[in-house]
C-alpha cells in the first residue's frame, strides 16, 4: 500500500478511470499501447503486481496477477500472483531478480492504495514509480517506470483496519478490469508489430527487385 507521491520538478501524465465502466478496459488499453510503443525492443516489459491475498483489500495486485497467467501474453512478463506474492518480505529479491532474468526490464507497478471516498473504485495510471508501504510508514524501494494502483477504500485513519474491511467484489471488479486492459494492450502491441513487420519485409522485397531490375 502507498500514498500517492509526485517525483519533485517531475509533474506525472495522469489519468482516473471508474471500473464500473465498460469502456475503462479499452482506455487503458489505448493509454498502455501509446505509452509502451515507446519503449526500446531491447526492453522487456514486466508487470510487477505488488500485494497480499492476507488482506481483501491488499489483494489487488497478487489478483490482477493471477488473471494475467491465465492468458497468453506475447508482450509481457507477470510477477505477483495469489500462490506467488510480490510483497513487503520479498519486493527487494523480487526486483534483483527481474534485473537479472530480464533484459533491460521496463516495469509496470500494480498496487491498492487508499483515497477519496468519490475515488474509490478507481484505478489510477501515473508516469513515475509506485512507492509501496508509504502510507504503512514502511520503507520499500520504489517500483516502476509507470505504476497503476487501484483505490479500494477511503484513506486517512486506520489503514491497516481499512485494508482488512475491503469488500471483496470491489477489489475483483478492479482486477478483473486491470487484467482485461493488459490482455487488450498485449493483443494491440502485437499487431503493432505484426504491421511493422509486414512493411518492413515489403519494403525489402520492393529493394530487392529493384536492385536485379537495375543489375
Request: with cysteine; hydrophobic share 40%; net charge neutral.
Amino acid at each position: 500500500m502507498f500514498r500517492k507521491q509526485s517525483r519533485p520538478g517531475h509533474p506525472p501524465a495522469s489519468l482516473y478511470l471508474d471500473t464500473a465502466s465498460e469502456q475503462t478496459p479499452a482506455i487503458l488499453s489505448n493509454t498502455l499501447t501509446d505509452v509502451l510503443s515507446t519503449v526500446p525492443e531491447t526492453s522487456e516489459i514486466v508487470i510487477v503486481c505488488i500485494g497480499t491475498d492476507r488482506s481483501t483489500g491488499d489483494s489487488l495486485g497478487p489478483l490482477t496477477g493471477t488473471l494475467l497467467t491465465k492468458h497468453k501474453l506475447d508482450n509481457f512478463q507477470v510477477y505477483g500472483t495469489l500462490a506467488s506474492p510480490v510483497h513487503a518480505v520479498n519486493l527487494e529479491d523480487v526486483l534483483a531478480d527481474i534485473q537479472i532474468r530480464h533484459t533491460a526490464p521496463y516495469i509496470i507497478a500494480v498496487d491498492a492504495c487508499l483515497g477519496r471516498v468519490k475515488n474509490v473504485g478507481s484505478l489510477h495510471f501515473e508516469d513515475g514509480p509506485v512507492y509501496p508501504g508509504a502510507a504503512m510508514k514502511k520503507n520499500l524501494p520504489p517500483v516502476g517506470s509507470v505504476h497503476i494502483t487501484g483505490i479500494v477504500n477511503v484513506g486517512g485513519m486506520m489503514e491497516f483496519f481499512v485494508l482488512q474491511n475491503t469488500r471483496l467484489h470491489v477489489v475483483m471488479q478492479m482486477a478483473e478490469s486491470l487484467s482485461e486492459s493488459f490482455v487488450l494492450a498485449d493483443r494491440r502491441l502485437q499487431g503493432k508489430k505484426l504491421i511493422e513487420k509486414a512493411y518492413q519485409d515489403r519494403s525489402f522485397s520492393i529493394t530487392e527487385k529493384t536492385v536485379k531490375h537495375e543489375a
